[in-house]
């Protein structure tokens, strides 16, 4: 097998205190893989600026400038997270033999990488990464994060436990998920649609290099829901399943009313039929808000948006 041309793809939001890091760590890095031909020079380091507010874009520039290796991709506006990364992934598909994602506060420990080529080399066209622990997680952080994969399995969404987006694509597998026309992507979600051989490689969560998280807690509701609704329907039939229940229960009820109505003397049932009007109320406003937010997800599919817009390329 020749040498692989390594493409690292990292999105990069308000990184600018991280970033030097993480470049200096990459540099090192990718010079030993070099000198050990585990990767071709040619292996190019490409850093998409996802709309950052700070310096983000004068520090790639500057990366850029001093050393070929480092691919600078602009976007033009905070399309987030997975759309920056489908962006740098979209730009490197052609040039590279396989493609590595990472989070730009290296986070995921990098010398995982070797085991990732180590599984590449060995024929697997994906090798997700997987957190052996999250000790260096927040309490918040690890028991959100896990009750969110464990309730997408429940959801029939098939998902690497402990996986984020720090993973290894073989070039045709890289090409089999850009040919996903879907609008609203949840990569975790569907890199395991791809089949082919896959690979895990464990490795240890660690902490920043620097700044904070950009995934403050509304964005990760946010980014749970867009996992939900865009990769399974089972909520909807959940929905159902409820409203189902509760004509059950009203039917039950009816009954109870009309023997207590015969044997012994009642009040006309304020409470509850205040009850039911709540409940019921509660249900139908739930269920439309469940319907709505795949008609949402329709409307947006059916604008066929691009998912990112370029602004610039450095290469
Ligand atoms: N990120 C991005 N766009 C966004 C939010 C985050 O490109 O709108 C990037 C960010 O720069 C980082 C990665 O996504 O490289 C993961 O973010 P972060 O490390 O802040 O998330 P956490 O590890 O706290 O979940
Ligand atoms: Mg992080």
Redesign the pocket.
Known sequence: MKTPILFIVIPCYNEQEALPITAQRLTALTDDMIARSLIDPASRIVLVDDGSRDATWQVISQLHGADSRFEGVKLAHNAGHMNALWAGMTLSAERCDCVITI???L?DDVNAMYGFLEEYRNGADVVSGVRSSRKKDSFFKRTTAQGFYKLMKKLGVEMVYNHADYRLLSRRALEALLSFGEVNIFLRGMVPMLGFKTAEVYYERGE?VAGE???PFKKMVAFAMEGITSLSNKPIRYVLLLGALCALLGLAMGIYIIVSFFSHHVVAGWASMMMSVWLLGGLQLMALGMIGEYVGKIYMETKRRPKFILEEHLK
């Open positions: 989070d730009a506060d986070q920043r998280s950009k995934y």
